[in-house]
């Protein structure tokens, strides 16, 4: 069974894999590349465990197919630390004890992020509107709301 070659940029670096043409991104993450931060918690999209960032903009890998990637640049949340150095919303996210079970988390730091690169300065309304796509059945909202105004006074300094 031949596959289709996709060349694209994950987390910063050029990345090639072969993938069905009815694999979604997701499982080409998780299966093919060994990236498993991302979770599958419903692959309908609408919980938003999966999020990832293809060329800034945040989807559901569920809903999008691993040859759509090709010649894109997609960010999972393997990506945000620097090495083993934490990226400020992971620090802010356990400190503040906004993860639990761990399944949604991947997401809200994705979503997180790219609310922090494109509003640097959001309300805790705006904040919360931007992770509307996110579910969480362990922690409740307000942990997470207060670690990413966290993360946002902190980038500001």
């Known amino acids: ?8 940029m994950i ?8 993938c ?27 919980c938003g465990a999966c999020s990832v960032t293809l060329d800034g903009r945040l ?11 090709e010649g894109r640049e997609v960010c999972t949340v393997e990506g945000l630390a620097d090495g083993d ?7 802010n996210f356990i400190k503040h004890a906004a993860l639990q079970c761990g399944i949604c988390t991947p997401g809200f730091l994705i979503a997180s992020k790219a609310l922090l690169d494109r509003n640097p300065n959001p309300t805790d309304e705006e904040i919360r509107f931007a ?15 207060r670690a990413v105004r966290a993360t946002a006074n902190e980038l500001k300094k």
């Open 1 to 8: 069974m031949a596959g289709t070659l996709v060349s694209t």
């Open 11 to 18: 987390n910063g670096d050029s990345t090639e894999f072969v």
């Open 20 to 46: 069905q043409t009815g694999e979604t991104l997701l499982e080409v993450l998780r299966n093919r590349l060994g990236l498993t931060g991302s979770k599958e918690g419903c692959g309908t999209g609408d």
């Open 59 to 69: 989807v559901c890998a569920c809903l999008i197919l691993g040859v759509e990637a």
């Open 85 to 91: 150095a934490l990226h400020p919303l992971q620090s």
């Open 131 to 145: 992770l509307a796509g996110n579910l969480c059945r362990c922690t409740g909202y307000d942990k997470i709301v």
